[in-house]
């Protein structure tokens, strides 16, 4: 709604500026506001007294624990492992589920023989798995890596699958019009059009393998900042439980940000409905 | 210089198409023995009435579909696939999201492998041709909808094809779009000198366009009559309230009311037996 | 269409059950194919070939069990011993708790974030992050807190499938076509008539859905929560199972809980076709 205002003859109040910011930038003013609200709260419940901090921790601890562990070797060695399971996991998975997704997509026969396995794959929770793999590869990098490898792999195929099956037939159509070759289909308009259903996959299959991750360094580990959580929640170091908690939330965030920011450059053609 | 007899650029011999509904069980004839011809040079449209078969008719002509019978000759030969003789220009312009204008254009000339430089003459000449030169970077979902449909005519022309096959591609523009883009094909055909086949709803718009208006029946499709359009060109819209031009109209319209109304649809439904 | 294809008034009996064949045809190659590690099958077979070397091709039952000695276990779990039963029942409890507090905390959450934006920036943030987040990294902190007694598996259920009920309520509310409010809005519909009318029936699909993802995470959930000491419950046993090398009993326990998840997903399945058969068919 427009009201014209006429300076002379106006009583409506000027807004100051703080409040026109306000005002523009609702959504972030408010999301923050309650962030800063909520950790706020949170150091005040901790520090005062009322809870034993060794239950909640505060902020402040939750940061001095930080950095003294960034300044632990045996930090940055849980994280590489942890990244390492994460890495060689994830990449194998997009590099198996991409083009075997591809593949059941394009071929009707292929995804009936596949389809009761991947169905049960997806059905299973990993964690179940968690004695069986460890029985076979032990407690070391390789039983994680198989973990974040198969939360990862399923999603990605089965979403990949579903975006070749979803190519527009219009396109299709335009392409046999002018006689293209199957290959050509394939490249030039089942492809294109299967990106962003790849990316979702590639997005949501993040999510699983960080899981993985978790899940298996919290069964059975020697290392990895699960590993650390856990053992630091055996130790009620409630404050680096806290920030290992933390460190997890930025991967997934900064994950899943770098991926959207991947998928930008991929499809310069959508209209931005994001 | 040899004399010879003048063979239609296009030509349809008795095509007849019926196709199998597996979920009733029955024999449904869509197109019952069209017979059509159409000079090099010519702008020949087809209308009738709704579900009569113009855009089946047209999808044999290009090859998407196989005839049950009869035949498509172009240039006297017989056609069966699609080709590069043959360019289509769809209702929807279903351009390639992922693809610029540019890329969108020379999209079928990648199909057959026509080389890169080459293309890119040829694409820009076009592009040109339907006034959109300097959108040449931007991606469908940027243009309007008459605009989306000029590059699918640039696409179609740059294929140099024989024969233009047009499936009611202004029939998503609003109103006054459809008027100017009718104009502009007009245009773009006498500077391109195509063959057109032009299907449409809208008696108006053929009349205006074409030299001959072929009238389909109900269905099962075959062409009910064929009225030459004998209105000198260049034509200009205003031709639209002459009088004479509405004689045509009337004279169309009346051929199809009795399709719609008298005779409803001459649908065959044969049970089909097991030694079909 | 073609018009020749569809000619054909028969088609071969194997193509009208590609689907079930193939499927099935692989399955049975599969299970022939792990019997046959633990008999030794494979390891006969390469003898030839390989020489003494074939010998690793016989597996103890302990590393990958086979399907015979699983479907044994499967009997004596089942209708023998009953054991299966008492694990499934302590799970279940858990489950069903856990999981109800997640809808009647969840639902609530993300209709309200839905219809109220101002409600949604403050909601956001945590919603995201929690997300964004392996729920599970919250294990260690819940035992510190409460144990690990039914309260911390019920938390942890009530954590992993919280998210998709609230996320999806959300998103069922934000998409619901804006000219179903005006037509509502235009009749003088009260925010509640409008509520009951327009916003609940059409945010139930995607509110469904969000609770068919819930169901799968919760039952993560379960066995997750029972990592930590428990004496009973599916996880548990899985666990125990495992620690003892008992690898059939692992299977047993695996295919059990892949069963319940199947069977739960298509009640999920059922009930949204019946509350949507207003939709045309996808």
């Known amino acids: ?274 | 210089m040899t004399e010879h007899a003048r063979i239609p650029k296009l030509e349809a011999r008795d095509v007849r198409l019926d196709y199998f509904q597996p979920r009733t069980d029955a024999r449904l004839v869509a197109l019952d023995g069209v017979n059509l011809e159409v000079m090099a040079g010519e702008f020949v449209s087809i209308v009738g009435p709704s579900g009569c078969g113009k855009t089946t008719f047209l999808s044999v002509v290009d090859g998407l579909i196989t005839a049950s019978a009869g035949r498509i000759l172009v240039d006297g030969e017989v056609v069966t696939k699609p080709g590069p003789d043959r360019a289509v220009v769809f209702q929807d312009a279903s351009l390639l999201p992922w693809r610029t204008v540019f890329g969108n254009v020379v999209y079928g000339l990648e199909c057959i492998g026509v080389g890169a430089r080459e293309a890119k003459e040829r694409a820009s000449h076009f592009i040109d041709l339907v006034g959109l030169s300097g959108f040449e970077q931007h991606y469908p979902y940027e243009l309007s909808g008459g605009m989306q449909q000029r590059v699918n005519l640039a696409r179609a022309l740059v294929m140099d094809p024989k024969i233009l096959l047009m499936d009611e591609p202004f029939a998503s523009l609003d109103a006054q779009t459809r008027e100017v883009m009718q104009e502009e094909l007009l245009r773009i055909w006498i500077q391109a000198k195509k063959t057109v086949l032009f299907v449409t709803h809208q008696i108006d718009e053929a009349i205006f366009l074409s030299d001959r208006v072929a009238v389909f029946s109900g269905r099962p499709g075959t062409v009910k009559a064929t009225i030459p359009i004998e209105i000198a060109r260049p034509r200009a819209l205003a031709l639209k309230r002459d009088a004479r031009f509405h004689a045509v109209e009337d004279r169309i319209w009346a051929l199809i009311e009795e399709e719609v109304k008298g005779k409803l649809n001459r649908r065959t439904i044969d049970r089909a037996g097991p030694g079909f | ?282």
């Not at chain 3, 011993?81 to 708790?97: K, M, P, Q």
């Not at chain 3, 619901?176 to 235009?186: F, H, M």
Request: charged share 15%; glycine share 10%.
């Open chain 3, 1 to 282: 269409m073609r018009a020749e294809r569809n000619m054909r008034a028969e088609r071969s009996c194997y193509l009208l059950h590609e689907r079930a064949i193939l499927g099935a045809a692989m399955v049975i190659l599969f299970l022939l194919a792990w019997e046959g590690l633990e008999r030794g099958w494979w390891a006969d077979l390469l003898h030839p070939l390989l020489g003494a070397a074939a010998e690793r091709f016989k597996l103890k039952p302990i590393f990958v069990s086979s399907p015979t000695l699983v479907a044994q276990a499967a009997f004596r779990m089942f209708f023998v011993t009953g054991e299966i039963w008492r694990d499934l029942g302590w799970s279940a409890i858990g489950y069903v708790l856990g999981l109800v507090l997640a809808i009647a905390v969840g639902i609530p959450l993300g209709l309200a974030a839905g219809w109220y934006r101002r409600f949604s920036y403050a909601v956001a943030p945590f919603l995201s992050a929690l997300n964004a987040t392996p729920q599970v990294a919250f294990l260690p902190l819940i035992v510190v807190w409460i144990g690990t007694g039914l309260g911390a598996r019920i938390l942890v259920i009530f954590l992993l499938a919280v998210l998709p009920i609230a996320i999806n309520a959300h998103a069922a509310v934000r998409t619901i076509d804006p000219r179903l409010v005006k037509v509502a809005a235009s009749f003088g519909a009260s925010d509640w008539r409008l509520f009951r009318t327009v916003i609940l029936p059409g945010s139930l699909p995607l509110v469904l859905a969000g609770l068919r993802l819930a169901v799968g995470r919760g039952m993560i959930g379960v066995v997750v929560g029972e990592i930590y000491g428990s004496a009973s419950g599916i996880g548990a046993m899985i666990n125990q199972a495992g620690a003892r090398f008992q690898t059939d009993k692992v299977f047993v326990g695996v295919l059990t809980i892949v069963a319940v998840g199947v069977i739960l997903a298509e009640v999920v399945q059922r009930i949204e076709r019946r509350v949507e058969i207003w939709r045309p068919p996808a």
């Open chain 1, 1 to 274: 709604m427009v009201t014209v205002a006429d300076p002379a003859t106006s009583t409506i109040p000027r807004r100051s500026l703080l409040a026109r910011l306000c005002r523009d930038h609702e959504q972030l003013v408010i999301g923050g506001g309650t962030l800063v609200a909520f950790l706020l709260a949170w150091e005040a419940f901790g520090e005062s007294g009322l809870v034993d901090p060794l239950f909640i921790s505060s902020p402040t601890r939750v940061a001095q624990a930080g950095f003294a562990l960034l300044h632990d070797r045996d930090f940055w060695n849980d994280l590489g492992v942890s990244g390492r399971e994460f890495i060689l996991g994830y990449g194998a998975a997009v590099a198996l589920a991409v083009p075997l997704g591809l593949a059941i997509g394009l071929s009707r026969r292929l995804q009936y023989m596949l389809s009761p396995f991947v169905d049960t794959l997806n059905a299973v929770p990993r964690v179940t798995l968690l004695p069986l793999i460890i029985l076979w590869l032990g407690i070391g990098i390789w039983s994680k890596v198989v973990v974040v490898f198969l939360g990862a792999v399923i999603p990605i195929m089965i979403n990949t699958q579903s975006g070749v099956k979803t190519s527009e037939a219009r396109f299709i159509r335009v392409a046999r019009s002018f006689s293209a070759s199957r290959f050509k289909i394939f490249s030039s308009i089942v492809l294109p059009g299967t990106v962003p259903f790849i990316f979702t996959g590639l997005k949501y299959g993040a999510g699983r393998a960080l899981l993985g991750v978790v899940v298996g360094e919290l069964y059975a580990a020697t290392a990895g900042i699960g590993h650390m959580i856990a053992e630091a929640g055996n130790t009620f170091q409630t404050d680096v439980v806290f920030f290992g908690v933390l460190i997890f939330m930025a991967t997934g965030l900064v994950v899943v940000a770098l991926l959207d920011r991947l998928e930008q450059r991929f499809e310069k053609w959508r209209p931005n409905a994001r």
